[in-house]
């Protein structure tokens, strides 16, 4: 019911800039928030920016003063604007929806998620 398509990944250079943008297509009136996640080899996969249908951001600390997420409307899509790229950013980013249904009975969560596009930061 929700897709979610990454692009804008690429290799850029110490101290660089890139944006990489997600395509939200589908119900999105059901989305409650979308969210860019990454995932480094070893690592486990962790919340970079998340973005809530009121427009209400959250970061990791990391990401912090370096990373702004947004939501183009009239595009569908959701952007993730990274300055100050460093080595330690280099992962797979993946982009994430979370889908709340409630009913009279029930309450469910739905996830959905990209591919993932591959972002590289050279030293």
């Known amino acids: 019911q929700v897709q979610l398509v990454e692009s804008g990944g690429g290799l850029v250079q110490f101290g660089g800039s890139l944006r990489p943008s997600c395509a939200v297509s589908g119900r999105v009136t059901d989305i409650n928030r979308v969210d860019w996640y990454r995932q480094a080899p070893g690592r486990e996969r962790e919340l970079v920016a998340g973005?809530?249908?009121?427009?209400?951001?959250n970061y990791a600390d990391s990401a912090k003063g370096r990373f702004t997420i947004s939501r183009d409307n009239a595009e569908n899509t959701v952007d993730l604007h990274m300055n100050s790229l460093k080595p330690e950013d280099t992962a797979v980013y993946y982009c994430?929806?979370?889908?709340?249904?409630?009913?009279?009975?029930?309450?469910?969560?739905?996830?959905?998620w990209g591919q993932g596009t591959q972002v590289t930061v050279a030293s």
């Open positions: 973005i809530t249908s009121a427009g209400r951001t």
């Open positions: 994430h929806a979370e889908v709340l249904v409630v009913t009279i009975e029930t309450s469910r969560k739905f996830d959905y």
